[in-house]
């Protein structure tokens, strides 16, 4: 069974950054696809990252891109996420999730659908 840690999540004032965290059980080159996601109360949940084995590319939702990056570090098996510029409207619960078979398809609603492993969530909140 695979497992996920996301961890890092906080509380940060508009316009700050931060950095989440993701532990896997697993070899990360492993997964075709993998990823991180967001809910906020009352939504939909949704991507923000995803990155693809199959061509090497990450893909970001335009609400997220130029502000948002995802990185990989393979030995250590773990995920990051960098949010910078942050804006009240990014406060959600963050998770990472990953997929054994599927590949990113650049709509980060779909993309929900095709991650088979979860991890728990990370809180983030931004507010002043």
């Known amino acids: 069974q695979l497992h996920f840690v996301e961890s890092g999540g906080g509380l940060v004032q508009p316009g700050g950054s931060l950095r989440l965290s993701c532990a896997a059980s697993?070899?990360?080159?492993?997964?075709?696809?993998i990823g991180w996601f967001r809910q906020a109360p009352g939504k939909e949940r949704e991507g923000v990252s995803c990155?693809?084995?199959?061509?090497?590319?990450?893909y970001y939702p335009d609400s997220v891109k130029g502000r948002f990056t995802m990185a990989r570090d393979i030995p250590k098996n773990t995920v990051y996420l960098q949010m910078n510029s942050l804006k009240p409207e990014d406060t959600a619960v963050y998770y990472c999730?990953?997929?054994?078979?599927?590949?990113?398809?650049?709509?980060?609603?779909?993309?929900?659908?095709?991650?088979?492993?979860w991890g728990k969530g990370t809180l983030l909140t931004v507010s002043s």
């Open positions: 990155f693809s084995s199959t061509d090497g590319s990450t």
């Open positions: 697993g070899f990360i080159l492993d997964y075709s696809a």
């Open positions: 999730a990953a997929s054994l078979e599927y590949t990113c398809s650049g709509n980060g609603f779909s993309d929900v659908y095709g991650m088979d492993y």
